[in-house]
């Protein structure tokens, strides 16, 4: 079965620092979406990414953070400046197409970000 | 603000037991109702719910949707030990892709 792909699986990074979160979604797959789970809390939307360009995301997704798809196979999110506050576990999801949506996006399996 | 609701927050039940997990919700311009399973990391999907009154299946998880008392249950009969996990809720609005997630169910089966 298709999978979401996600590297690293962990970061561990200093406070301050940019780090890039990749993903590979599934191929023939054209949304693209960023999701973070902080420890013990609920899994919050960040942004929905469709014929490259943001179509929509929330008030958590500010100007530290931007999102790219550099190339035809991978999809990006880049922190700008890291903040303790951004540990989180970031689940990056893709969909085929509109109605796809109705039956559920495919998640990656995650990056666990540490900031310290 | 859409608001989704999960009730237990946690549960242990022993193999075989039948569980019942809710989700409510108060969504502007509802669109859909989804559940999710996370194991380890990602949430899987088991269903998604649109209409009232209608039953998804699938082996021994079925799940309803009740749109006039806005709310969800999900039901997992005669449980397995690998059936433990964090069970999600979520909705979704009109016109928007993204999903509200509620807190999630633990559920842990003991053999």
């Known amino acids: 079965e298709p999978e979401v792909t996600q590297t690293p699986s962990h970061q561990v990074t200093q406070m301050g620092q940019e780090v890039i979160l990749r993903c590979v979604p599934i191929?023939?797959?054209?949304?693209f979406y960023w999701y973070r789970q902080i420890l013990g809390q609920k899994v919050e939307f960040l942004v929905s990414?469709?014929?490259?360009?943001?179509?929509?995301k929330s008030e958590i997704f500010d100007d530290q953070f931007s999102v790219e798809r550099p190339d035809g196979s991978n999809f990006t999110l880049k922190i700008r400046s890291t903040k303790l506050e951004d540990s989180a576990m970031y689940f990056c999801?893709?969909?085929?197409?509109?109605?796809?949506?109705?039956?559920?996006?495919?998640f990656g399996s995650g990056t666990r970000l540490t900031v310290v | 603000e859409d608001k989704v609701v999960q009730s237990p927050l946690s549960l242990v039940v022993h193999e075989g037991d039948t569980v019942t997990l809710n989700c409510s919700y108060e969504?502007?311009?509802?669109?859909?109702l989804l559940w999710y399973k996370q194991e380890k990391k990602a949430p899987t999907f088991l269903f998604m719910l649109?209409?009232?009154?209608i039953e998804k299946k699938s082996g021994r998880l079925s799940s309803i949707l009740d749109k006039k008392e806005l709310f969800s249950i999900l039901n997992i009969t005669a449980t397995q030990t690998g059936d433990s996990a964090v069970y999600l809720c979520?909705?979704?609005?009109?016109?928007?892709?993204?999903?509200?997630f509620g807190k999630g169910t633990k559920l842990t089966v003991n053999p």
């Open positions: 990414f469709y014929n490259n360009e943001i179509s929509e």
């Open positions: 191929s023939n797959h054209l949304y």
């Open positions: 999801a893709s969909a085929k197409w509109s109605r796809e949506l109705n039956y559920g996006y495919t």
């Open positions: 969504v502007t311009n509802f669109r859909s």
């Open positions: 649109t209409s009232s009154g």
């Open positions: 979520a909705v979704r609005r009109g016109g928007s892709e993204k999903l509200v």
